[in-house]
């Protein structure tokens, strides 16, 4: 039998929990918090309508694309304020999801990981297991990082063993995670500020993308030349030399 409530498109706690699949507790959870508006009370008995519903469901897709709840909420709250628009809103989430790197974990065969490593030499498959580069799964392997291994093969083929190559890179990683936080917190303070004049955020990110890999690449590179020079100037670069020339006889 329908109900009166449900007839005028009212629902219980459990009657939205039901249509939404959301858990009645995770409901009060969200109301608690504030990304889901209050019902409509009448007597002792909370009545939910289709605008609850339709919140629920945009909040499991914001959580989906990984917003904590408390973001969630602030967002929303912009929306409903007519502040913010979820349309341009979501391109700008996907701009900013769009990898810089353009390196993703795949998954190979062992002939395919020789092919991508270039060269088929006795414990590479061990070695890259253990350095975690690389996964099991089931018959095939997962390659975390086939950039890092481009990387790290040119190093061994310069002599430089792949522990070496990738202690490197958790020292490059260390420090650029720093330096990728603190242009972040200047960038959004600086706009905040009103320094930065922004009309398109999509387009100002996009157009940050090559530049930004650009610059690291320029400050990277006049960094390590100076790097270079302190080490010729102590004399170390002669003792590397020499233990070289040792090697070769």
């Known amino acids: 039998m329908t109900s009166e409530s449900t007839t005028r498109g009212e629902l219980t706690i459990d009657e939205i929990a039901a249509e939404s699949r959301v858990p009645s507790r995770t409901i009060r959870f969200y109301q608690s918090r504030g990304a889901l508006m209050a019902p409509t009370i009448r007597g002792r008995v909370a009545y939910y309508g289709p605008q609850h519903l339709e919140r629920l469901e945009l909040i499991a897709q914001l959580q989906d694309r990984g917003l904590s709840i408390d973001a969630i909420r602030d967002l929303l ?79 061994e083929a310069a002599g430089i063993d792949l522990d070496t190559g990738l202690k490197g890179a958790e020292v490059v990683k260390k420090h650029m995670a720093r330096t990728a936080a603190d242009l972040v917190e200047l960038f959004v303070r600086r706009a905040s500020e009103g320094a930065i004049e922004v009309t398109d955020v999509a387009a100002m990110f996009q157009a940050l993308r090559p530049t930004g890999l650009e610059a690291v690449r320029v400050i990277f590179g006049r960094e390590m030349e100076r790097a270079l020079r302190k080490l010729l100037e102590s004399g170390k670069m002669a003792s590397l030399q020499a233990r070289a020339k040792k090697k070769k006889r």
């Open 77 to 155: 709250t912009s929306i409903d304020k007519g502040e913010t628009d979820l349309a341009e809103w979501l391109g700008i989430e996907q701009q900013l999801q769009t990898s810089w790197a353009n390196d993703h974990p795949r998954t190979v065969t062992e002939a395919e990981l020789y092919e991508l490593a270039g060269v088929k030499r006795p414990g590479l498959i061990a070695d890259l297991l253990r350095l975690r580069l690389l996964e099991r799964r089931g018959e095939v392997l997962l390659l975390l990082s086939p950039a890092l291994l481009n990387v790290a093969m040119k190093l």
